[in-house]
DNA sequence: CTGAAAGCGCTAACAT
DNA sequence: ATGTTAGCGCTTTCAG
């Protein structure tokens, strides 16, 4: 076997004990044994097993992650991994290891369970796609250090961090007035789409306060795909009074609004100013790159993971709900 | 505490080994102490601690995958976490867990070298992104269990997994000509782009293999963007005998051809057909849809991670690399 | 300030 | 077929 913290006791001519709270860096150890054993650590490249010491203390320096892992998850859901990997970053910082598990709703629940049981994890990481009233019970009763990324949609007392649509879409349309626009329309997704439906409520709270009014005809609903949002565009471009400018509930529906726009030979921004949301790359090899209300996901995994790591350390530090700051980033496609 | 093995004995009335033969499934337990063990278990709800069983057994069911985890990574790189998820689904399903390491090539090899030390991960998965000679030799020298995931850029007795690109660009190009196009052109990325580099030597030998010769200018090199994706195939479509189809190295590229295709007033598959590469959700959403020689990389995760766990049960099982197979999905773009 | 010793929960010879 | 017992490598009282 590997050298172990007895090889280290013994050349260093203290007990394991001793060796142990060097380790851990107690203070009641005097600086010259814990030089001595520090170096004797080093000359031995003595790496403690972290297994046995996580076992010895009863802890596993181990957080899962829980979310959909199906096929094509990261074409459709890229925002998932980016916050996965601002989690990582923060966790790693701190000595723990991010587990992740592929889960659907009923498996989440079994995962967590039987963690909690051989406590194998110190806190949870889940994503709304598979929070469940059952393993919110699960979470909240067992007391676990956990944070769901997303808003649940059934009232609990699980702490969660989301984005702020509303908010998007609000900053988005008063971008647009504030560089001058006064005829606004909004291509939305269907009414199921929750995020589309928050961003057309900003954009309407903003129009208002801004007191400006536009035609009803000014909102569209349809498929978040090219087609429909290329469809949806060509009828407002049909309206006897076109509006100047358009805000985009998704990349999806900007792409086919762009390339609408540009069949009728009209141009962006001249013509009509487009705004969506979310920074693909792809939006950035657009032409004309597009401005865009951004939130940063990978922050928003830096958030969560800070909040867990601090709620493992105080359980009794309470909060519930976090959002995260959209951001504006201006580029040709709104540049009057 | 929880209930222990100690817990179960008791009830049952036998010794804790027993208890242990009968969760790990021994034969030499008789089935009537086997039912009644069992039983106990359930009833006393009694989970095994995996960290306890792991450490007797000087196992750790964990298994690293090492990568890059930067900002924007998922959506730069969207590829990565695919696979990465195809492997989480298998290592899952017998018992492992994946552990999500975000590293850079250096740190790479501080975390192996770690990790063989206290054996706390019973294989690696490595990006090649973060391969290097160090963590070659490391990986090699400790033999570990592991996979590379993409071509090292070096000599090596890694094993590893990738695409084959070449193949790729040959399907591609076979499938024009099946189809009956005689002069294709192709737009592919810069000199260093290797991923490009062998789609394009795909196009020629599978030029070649037909007898099919066409000019040197039907070969064009740029950026790897719509710009440059749009520019190149204006020049294309300005040669006095244009050709009849294209194949773009890959989506930003094939993104700017539609755009300056349908800008000359021609149409797809019609004037001229059009093939690229990766089956992003965006293909789907361009019009017409994009026919794509596609790679199915949830697939590739879960040969890697097949791959690896047979490595750990018969280390001299020996395979150097594997190659995951392309597949062609015609859709409207190339349909005569 | 340091060490002895009793575990953490389970496994794996080795006996019986 | 089952039990005894000695660990796995480290932590943590509790004495000294």
């Not at 060097?22 to 150890?29: A, E, F, L, R, Y």
């Not at 992650?65 to 998850?73: A, C, G, V």
């Not at 702020?164 to 199921?192: C, M, P």
Request: glycine share 6%.
């Amino acid at each position: 076997m590997r050298v172990t913290i007895k090889d280290v006791a013994k050349a260093a001519g203290t007990s394991t004990a001793t060796v142990s709270k060097v380790i851990n860096g107690s203070h009641t150890i005097s600086k010259a044994t814990t030089d001595r054993v520090n170096d004797i650590i080093h000359e031995l490249k003595y790496h403690p097993n972290s297994q046995a010491q996580n076992f010895a203390k009863r802890a596993s320096m181990n957080i899962y992650f829980l979310t959909r892992l199906d096929k094509n998850i990261a074409f459709e859901n890229p925002h998932m991994f980016e916050i996965m990997s601002g989690v990582q970053k923060i966790l790693d910082k701190r000595g723990y290891t991010l587990s992740v598990k592929g889960v659907n709703e009923k498996e989440a629940c079994a995962v967590v369970e039987q963690a909690v049981m051989q406590n194998s994890a110190d806190a949870f990481i889940v994503h709304a796609s598979v929070i469940s009233r059952p393993l919110s019970r699960l979470l909240i009763e067992s007391e676990s250090a956990h944070i769901v990324i997303g808003y649940p949609n059934f009232e609990s007392r699980l702490c969660w961090i989301d984005t702020n649509n509303h908010l998007s879409g609000e900053i988005a349309t008063k971008h647009l007035i504030d560089s001058g626009f006064k005829r606004t329309a909004f291509i939305g997704g269907r009414a199921g789409d929750m995020i589309s439906w928050h961003r057309i409520k900003g954009y309407e709270d903003a129009l208002k306060e801004a007191s400006i009014s536009v035609p009803k005809t000014f909102l569209k609903q349809g498929d978040s795909t090219f087609h429909d949002g290329r469809r949806m565009m060509l009828q407002l471009l049909k309206l006897k009074n076109r509006p100047d400018s358009v805000v985009c509930a998704n990349n999806y529906i900007a792409l086919g609004a762009v390339e609408a726009i540009q069949s009728q030979g009209l141009s962006i921004p001249e013509d009509i100013a487009l705004i969506t949301f979310d920074d693909y790359p792809f939006s950035k090899t657009v032409e004309p790159m597009l401005t865009v209300v951004n939130i940063d996901v990978f922050d928003m995994g830096i958030q969560a993971g800070n909040y867990v790591l601090n709620k493992i350390k105080k359980p009794n530090f309470q909060v519930q709900s976090y959002t995260t700051l959209p951001e504006l980033i201006v580029r040709e496609s709104t540049r009057k």
